[in-house]
């Protein structure tokens, strides 16, 4: 896959299992994320809202947007405080639709292990 410009996102839904840690404690449990790809940047994994533990998270009152995939509406940072680790979409742009109501987490913030190994 060759991503050539600005603005190239490819998206698949995998089965590769997911899970985000913050200091040993477990943010997240997925098997069925949605694997994006973006120009320049690092690979994301979108988790269902159902896999992520809430419990350990609290909502930071922040918008963002994204000319490629609309206005990050919704971000979390652990409940220990800190910065924030995670964002979501609530109305993504028609051609990211997948990412609806999942999160993402800082890969740069974050211990994220796919497949049982350290992305």
């Known amino acids: 896959m060759s991503l050539s410009k600005p603005g190239d996102i490819t998206l698949s839904q995998t089965q590769r299992h997911v899970r985000v840690f ?8 997925s098997k069925a994320p949605v694997e994006l790809r973006e120009f320049r940047c690092p690979v994301r994994f979108y988790l269902p809202a159902d896999d992520v533990k809430w419990d350990t998270l609290e909502t930071v ?13 919704r971000y979390w940072r652990a409940k220990a405080g800190g910065d924030y680790i995670a964002w979501g979409y609530s109305n993504p742009l028609p051609g990211v639709a997948e990412i609806k109501d999942h999160v993402a987490f800082y890969n740069e913030k974050l211990q994220i292990e796919v497949d049982g190994k350290p992305l």
């Not at 009152?61 to 509406?73: F, L």
């Open 61 to 73: 009152g922040m918008r963002t947007s994204c000319p490629y995939k609309g206005t990050a509406d």
């Open 22 to 29: 913050a200091n040993g404690t477990l943010l997240a449990d």
